[in-house]
Each structure stands twice: as C-alpha cells, then as structure tokens.
C-alpha cells in the first residue's frame, strides 16, 4: 500500500505541488488526524469523515464526506468541476488553494460540532 509520502513521490511538477501543499496544510494545523493512503491516495481521518487528495492529468481533485461543503465550494470555485464528494481544480487555478485550506478547516470544525452534539445527546 505505501506511504502518503511514497504516494507524493511519484509524481512531479504541478502534481507533485498541489499534493505537498495541502498535505503539507493538513499536517502543519491538524496533526493529530489519521493520516493513511485509502482507497489508494492521502486520506486524513476523523470523527467518521476524511478529507482526502488526488491527481488526475490536468486536474487536482479534493475529496470529502462533507457533501455541504462540496456544495458551497461550487459558488467559490468556478473552474472546477464537482461530483458528490469531490471538486476537480485545473491545475492553473492557483487561487482555489486558498478556499481549499478554509474547506478543510470548515469540515473539521463542522465534524467536531457533530462529535460535541453527538456526545450530548448520548448523555
């Protein structure tokens, strides 16, 4: 199976980038999350969600549980393309890295939430 860090070598150029970038991200301001290779690409792990990364030939592609996000990134990214869990960001859109960083924090902070209220009404 491998590393996220054997995963990342593989490639170069603007894969190479936008994988060390938000895995980079992800490490520096979340390290306490699982950190795996599922499904054969970077995953973080948390509180019954994930947020994980790909790259195809011209796009990165960032993927997540969080089908709400998915949905208000489609208004903030208007160069991607998006399926149920996941947005396609061309390369070229540099600007998206941003918005991605604050998705991530959204969704870990929306999942904490769910965890608190879930831990509340369990009592």
């Not at 792990?45 to 990364?53: E, P, T, V, W």
């Not at 991530?104 to 999942?111: D, G, K, N, T, V």
């Amino acid at each position: 199976m491998g590393s996220v860090d054997d995963y990342v070598g593989r490639f170069d150029g603007d894969k190479k980038e936008w994988l060390t970038t938000m895995i980079g991200y992800m490490r520096k301001n979340h390290p306490s999350l699982e950190e795996i290779i599922s499904y054969q690409i970077p995953t973080f792990k948390f509180d019954g969600q994930y947020i994980a990364f790909s790259v195809a030939k011209e796009h990165f592609t960032f993927h997540t549980l969080d089908f709400e996000v998915i949905e208000e990134l489609k208004s903030l990214l208007p160069k991607a393309k998006f399926g149920k869990g996941s947005a396609k960001v061309p390369f070229s859109d540099r600007a998206a890295i941003p918005v991605l960083f604050e998705a991530c924090e959204r969704i870990i902070e929306r999942s904490s939430h769910r965890r608190g209220a879930h831990k509340v009404m369990k009592s």
